[in-house]
């Protein structure tokens, strides 16, 4: 995934690629973006690879219409620091492409520049995007951009799901006809558990305020860590014994087998802390975050389950912010997944997974918004190698004026 | 209830509308309580009189006067009862005083659940049999009770002070009736090696100490058998466990024990389990979450600074977690996420804000932290178990577990999260007794307990004194006798600060005694514990039993008012208070007005003080509470203090009074048709349930005129038709119709109230006129004395004496061994030649002036077996409680109501009105 700092180098290599179509996932912690990115047609060199023997629609429109070819770009900001994204939009006027009026030339006025845009933080800023870019942000509902993006990845993207345990990482084969119902549980600030049901089929089943928000919200109080990366990254070397009560603890080192439990089992998250004679300051900042992130992902893994035992769900997907690809706290998700489950379900995850709503707030222009754009059929090809998390998704956007446009997407690995 | 002077709720009920008729005009008050109470001030200076020999006579009130020589065996039939003194502790089939304990040591609290029997156990209670059996009435239906009868006593300690506990044990000798003791476990060897029960890590931690320090050795129990066994315990054998808890709001929950299971158990200690019961032993922990109230106290003490699990909790009273947490709003601009059901104030994010690099731990609120730990732990505890109860399928969930312990917001956090999740379907629920769970199942452990068979009749659940103070924790030494008590409580007072109720306050121009200021409203800041349940001690009575004429005991409800609404509930509180002062001169009056009565006086009125204030701020703190109840505990408070009967002198006056005039009346009955009769006899009943608490006119003519004549005066103030007047269909009954006689009946149960006028010249008189009917009459009176209410023991010989100048009394009385000639009749085997129908006598089993038909005295189940006529005389029996009772045989109620509110709401009518409710039996 990108960090940060992939931006500047962002910056250096887009300056002469036309930028358009911009989303927005404003959330309570980190700003999504994805946007597009235009390439020259050089970059169609596999073109051929890309086709799709099945579709002849899609192989048809190839031959006859322009293809936007281009990038999708992700990238992310921390919502406190609006202002550097707010730059970034201004400095890489990504958002003019959205009017640029290439496609069909019938572009909105200037004074009414809009982005797709979704999470909270589309409504709580939009005032803030309209005076210092003049931009109006058009607000997506944030479940349905969830699930458009998710549903948009896993259709299309060729291992974008894997799962995660005991350090090994396996990618799952979707069968995109047998991918319905599941359940997709992303993890922002708190974290919401959705039943999919189909595209745009889908319920808010459940949820928990125990997400990223907390772990990074407590982990600051407790680590004065600066970021959350950085909180993560104490985790790696921590222990988690030294603050969290075990089952051994209680029971003098032995198992309570009678009913299951390790020894090595949490009893009580933070329970060790309760003793007098250690202040915050006695504990290593490594250990506290380690309890920390086990709690939060054991939570999440134990209540995920027990929606996806409820709907008689199979499939489990995990994303957002919080996970970022982050291999312990995977771990512990599919550890609880699987601990609950007694080994009949298992935690997925997505590549893609901080970007979901971006995504779906992407897919969601050509709804409305570019008139005759529209997603007719997203041809998957997987011509290069499927082995890396690759920071980009390579698109070509195919766009035409006729009645039956439609945005080609293939999708390459870098 | 009502009685010649004694009873004081009526009587201040008079006052209060007497006041209102007189404006409210204060000088009067003074007055008219003068005139109401004149006679128990004749009392009191009586009783001052006899000083010497009430002393010598105590418990023994009837024979003092020395006019009823004969009655010595009779008296010491009903004397040597020593069930009656104190019925709900004594067991016919044990001898030893024995004691058990069993411990859940916890890493914070040590809860300790051990046994006591009475010690008084004598050979007064084989006596007591045998006269039993000569009765007839209960002969053969004496069940033989597997269970002992005593006390379960409820206490904790704090496990950092182990060393109180243990000198609480030592001193209590606890310790030493554990095993060995032939009535527990006969097959245990009795060696010195004497083991206790427990359950809990500390079970481990501290079995060196406690054989160290006690000599015993820890026997440890599986922690989560312990929970399930002490939770199906008590929700199968307490009424009022259960309760539901949201946005303050307490009510309690009837749990049919036929359909408890199955159910799930959340047990929120330092981490949570979750187990489904499906019966005794049967259960399996399905699921748990490590984030529980460990999680709480110890994230709460790195980022607070807290020193104790109740700081911390104390903390988020005050807290906004707000300023922590991350809302919908937050993240929504402050707008509802409608579409999917989030408000604005919905948590999305616990913790979420304080990503803000603007503010570092220092800069937040220990209060927030608090508060936003204590709803992060609690809504997701709440979720996980309602995913939980939803994938078995279970309707109940309760929550029990050190991390509750009653704390108001923790319940309505854990509550709100199940409605949330469940969308309305689920509820959670908690348990009174939640921290003993373990200690409960440590102590069921025991072998041959007997504890499985008790049913929930068996048990009364008492709160002494302390309750409102503690709350069942136990501070400082234990208590020994009477005095240490008294101490106790008169140091606690002194130090008004240690006091977590609120101290009772005395009004200036009082005595001191049971002034008490009823808030008018419930202070907006709870104290953390403000609802904290108080735990009473249980007593085990096997020999209670469920009314078996109850219609629909299911259904059944006692209480007539209910205290719920926050009006009737100060109403009642009210007039209890009032009449404190005047109810402490007469007990003090009736223990001979001593140094030590008026002491012990002084302590009852500030126990009782803080009963009433704690059951103000938290009505539900002692289960759920009733008029019943609430009368009840006065009874008990005064006998904690040992005052056993306060209206013994007052009782006896009015007795003799009447008892004197009884010849006159049966001869002017006598002289009437059999119609008339009939009327003028539950007339009579009601006459005499009311003219003593008259208006002021009554206590004057009572000053004036003679027993009889206000008696008949009264009488023929009987205007019918009556606010209730089912008069009609009672005496088509009695005496059918167009000449056709119906059958009489069988058996009549009278349930009796008040001593002198009331059971003398009302209720012997109708008892007569069944016997002479040929109905099988049994007299049903209190075990306990209760205001000047009649008791069992009495009433022999009240009968006794009527009987001297009645024949047909005289008769039935011997038939029904009430006469000591009698009794030798039966002895000599001549029982057959008495041509009389019984009149007999039995205790209810209760000491309250209202009767919970739930919890009767054996002796009156079995005499209700044949039984086809019940009558229930008074406001107390038959008002106050009883009123909506439903009965498998044919039921009269008759009361005359003298208050005016309970007049208005009962039967929408004014103060004096008459009730005659005749009920046919049930077409079957």
């Not at chain 1, 928990?208 to 970021?227: A, D, E, I, V």
């Not at chain 1, 790696?236 to 089952?247: A, E, P, S, T, Y």
């Not at chain 2, 001593?594 to 009852?604: M, P, Q, S, V, Y």
Request: glycine fraction near 10%.
């Amino acid at each position: 995934m990108d960090h940060l700092a992939d931006v500047s180098n962002l910056r250096s290599s887009q300056s002469q690629t036309q930028i358009s179509h911009l989303a927005l996932d404003i959330g309570g912690s980190l700003i999504k973006l994805v946007y597009f990115c235009r390439y020259d047609d050089s970059c169609r060199d596999d073109g051929d690879e890309l086709r799709s023997q099945n579709d002849s629609l899609c192989s048809k429109s190839d031959n006859s219409q322009p293809v936007l070819e281009g990038r999708l770009h992700f990238a992310k900001f921390e919502t406190s620091k609006i202002n550097d994204c707010l730059d970034f939009l201004r400095s890489m006027k990504l958002w003019l492409g959205v009017n640029s009026g290439s496609h069909d030339g019938t572009a909105p006025p200037s004074d009414k520049i809009f982005m797709k845009a979704t999470g909270g933080g589309a409504y709580k800023f939009a005032d803030l995007f309209k005076e210092k870019l003049g931009v109006s942000l058009d607000k997506e509902d944030e479940m349905e951009c969830l699930v458009t993006g998710a549903n948009f990845l896993l259709k299309a993207v060729h291992q974008e799901a894997f799962t995660y345990l005991d350090g090994q990482k396996e990618f799952v084969q979707i069968d995109p006809n047998d991918l319905y119902p599941y359940l997709l549980v992303n993890i922002g600030s708190g974290v919401s558990m959705i039943k999919v049901d189909g595209d745009g089929k889908f319920e808010r089943v459940s949820g928990t305020s125990l997400g990223g928000g907390t772990f990074w919200g407590l982990g600051r109080l407790l680590t004065k860590c600066k970021n959350f990366d950085e909180l993560l990254e104490l985790s790696h070397q921590g222990n988690n014994r030294i603050v969290d009560m075990l089952v051994g603890d209680i029971y003098g080192g032995t198992d309570y087998a009678k009913i299951g439990l390790s020894s090595t089992t949490i009893a009580s998250s933070f329970g060790k802390a309760i003793s007098d004679s250690k202040e915050l300051e006695d504990y290593q900042p490594e250990d506290v975050s380690r309890s920390l992130l086990r709690m939060i992902s054991n939570n999440i893994g134990q209540i995920s389950y027990l929606n996806a035992l409820r709907f008689g769900l199979k499939r489990i997907f995990f994303a957002g912010f919080f996970i970022r690809g982050h291999a312990y706290t995977m771990d512990t998700i599919s550890v609880a997944v699987n601990f609950w489950s007694k080994g009949e379900a298992k935690a997925m995850f997505l590549r893609h997974e901080g970007f979901l709503g971006a995504l779906g707030a992407f897919m969601s222009y050509e709804k409305q918004c570019l008139d005759g754009l529209m997603v007719h059929k997203m041809q998957q090809k997987f011509p290069i190698s499927a082995s890396s998390a690759g920071d980009n998704i390579y698109c070509s956007l195919n766009s035409n004026s006729d009645e039956n446009g439609s945005i080609e997407c293939t999708v390459y690995g870098t | 209830m009502a009685g010649l002077n004694g009873d004081p709720i009526l009587g201040i009920d008079d006052k209060i509308d007497d006041l209102q008729y007189n404006n409210n005009d204060n000088s009067n008050e003074a007055i008219d309580k003068e005139g109401l109470l004149g006679l128990g001030e004749d009392c009191s200076s009586y009783n001052k009189n006899n000083q010497g020999g009430e002393k010598d006579m105590a418990g023994n009130p009837i024979h003092r006067s020395g006019s009823r020589p004969q009655l010595d065996l009779s008296k010491a039939e009903i004397q040597g009862n020593s069930e009656e003194r104190d019925p709900t502790i004594l067991l016919p089939n044990q001898s030893d005083d024995i004691s058990h304990l069993a411990l859940d040591i916890g890493g914070s609290l040590i809860k300790l659940v051990y046994f006591s029997r009475h010690e008084d156990q004598s050979v007064e209670d084989k006596r007591k049999r045998t006269v039993k059996e000569k009765l007839g009435i209960t002969n053969g239906n004496r069940r033989s009770y597997p269970v002992l009868g005593g006390r379960l006593h409820f206490v904790k300690f704090e496990t950092s002070k182990l060393n109180e506990c243990l000198d609480f044990i030592s001193s209590k000798q606890l310790h030493c009736g554990s095993i060995g003791s032939h009535s527990w476990n006969s097959e245990a060897p009795a060696n010195e090696n004497a083991v206790i029960k427990a359950t809990g890590g500390g079970a481990y931690k501290f079995a060196d100490l406690f054989k160290e320090r006690l000599g015993v050795s820890i026997e440890k129990e599986d922690e989560m058998d312990c929970l399930v066994a002490g939770a199906n315990f008590l929700l199968k054998a307490i009424r009022h466990e259960a309760f539901t808890h949201m946005e303050g709001h307490k009510e309690f929950v009837q749990i049919d024990h036929n359909d408890l299971f199955p159910y799930l158990l959340v047990n929120v200690g330092s981490g949570v389990s979750i187990i489904k019961v499906d019966g005794d032993g049967k259960f399996q922990r399905v699921s748990g979450t490590n984030v529980g109230g460990g999680t709480y106290w110890g994230l709460g003490r790195l980022l607070t600074k807290c020193n104790s699990f109740d700081e911390l909790l104390e903390l988020s009273q005050r807290g906004d977690n707000r300023t922590i947490d991350m809302l919908v709003g937050d993240i929504y601009g402050g707008m509802d996420y409608s579409k999917i059901g989030l408000s604005a104030s919905t948590i999305a994010s616990s913790f979420g804000k304080a990503i803000s690099d603007k503010k570092e731990l220092e800069d937040y609120r220990p209060e927030d932290i608090s508060l936003s730990l204590l709803r992060m732990i609690s809504y997701n505890i709440g979720q996980i178990s309602y995913l939980n109860a939803l994938r078995f399928g279970l309707k109940r969930i309760f929550f029990g577990g050190f991390f509750i312990r009653g704390h108001a917001y923790t319940m309505d956090t854990i509550s709100f999260a199940v409605q949330f999740w469940s969308k309305g379907e689920a509820q959670a629920m908690f348990l009174r007794h939640e921290g003993f769970l373990g200690a409960l199942g440590a102590f069921m452990s025991y072998q041959k307990h007997g504890l499985d068979d008790l049913m929930v009749h068996h048990l009364v659940e008492r709160f002494p004194m302390g309750a409102p103070y503690t709350g069942g924790r136990i501070h400082g030494p234990p208590l020994g006798d009477l005095n240490e008590k008294i101490s106790w409580m008169e140091k606690f007072v002194q130090k008004g600060t240690e006091i977590t109720a609120p101290v009772p306050m005395a009004p200036p121009g009082t005595t001191g005694l049971g002034g008490f200021e009823v808030p008018s409203s419930r202070g907006a800041t709870l104290r953390p514990d403000a609802s904290a349940l108080n735990i009473g001690v249980l007593h085990l009575v096997p020999t209670l039993e469920v009314f078996p004429l109850l219609a629909n005991p299911k259904m059944y409800e006692p209480n007539t008012i209910d205290l719920s609404d926050h009006k009737e509930l100060e109403y009642w509180f009210t007039v209890l208070s009032e009449h404190l002062p005047d109810l402490v001169d007469k007990a003090v009056a009736s223990e001979g007005g001593t140094d030590d009565a008026k002491r012990r006086g002084d302590a009852f009125a500030r126990a009782f003080s803080a009963h009433l204030a704690r059951l103000m701020e938290e009505p539900a703190a002692y289960g759920k509470l009733g008029l019943a109840n609430l009368l009840e505990l006065r009874e008990e408070c005064l006998r904690e203090f040992q005052f056993h009967d306060a209206y013994r002198s007052i009782k006896q006056r009015e007795n003799e009074a009447s008892l004197a005039v009884l010849p006159d009346l049966l001869l002017e009955l006598d002289h009437m048709d059999e119609e008339a009769r009939l009327l003028t006899l539950i007339e009579g009943v009601l006459a005499a349930n009311i003219f003593d608490w008259g208006s002021r006119a009554c206590v004057d003519l009572y000053h004036k005129g003679t027993i009889i004549e206000i008696y008949r005066m009264s009488r023929n103030k009987m205007q019918r038709p009556w606010r209730v007047d089912d008069f009609d269909l009672f005496k088509e009954r009695m005496l059918g119709s167009d000449g056709k006689k119906p059958k009489p009946h069988k058996r009549a149960l009278l349930f009796v109230d008040n001593s002198g006028a009331d059971v003398v010249l009302g209720m012997l008189p109708l008892a007569r006129e069944l016997l002479r009917r040929g109905t099988e009459v049994v007299l049903v009176a209190n075990s306990l004395p209760a205001l000047n209410d009649v008791t069992a023991m009495e009433l022999p010989d009240i009968v006794a004496e009527a009987a001297k100048h009645c024949d047909i009394l005289r008769r039935a009385a011997e038939a029904g061994g009430l006469l000591v000639d009698a009794m030798t009749n039966t002895v000599d085997g001549s029982k057959g030649n008495s041509s009389s129908v019984p009149l007999m006598v039995v205790e209810n089993g209760c000491g309250s002036p209202c009767i919970d038909l739930r919890q009767v005295s054996s002796d009156l189940a079995a005499a209700a077996k044949c039984a086809d006529l019940v009558i229930l005389e008074g406001m107390g029996r038959s008002l106050h409680t009883n009123f909506n009772a439903l009965f498998k045989c044919e039921a009269l109620k008759l009361a005359m109501v003298k208050n005016q509110r309970l007049a208005e709401k009962l039967i929408q009518g004014k103060i004096y009105d008459c009730v005659c409710r005749y009920e046919p039996a049930p077409a079957s």
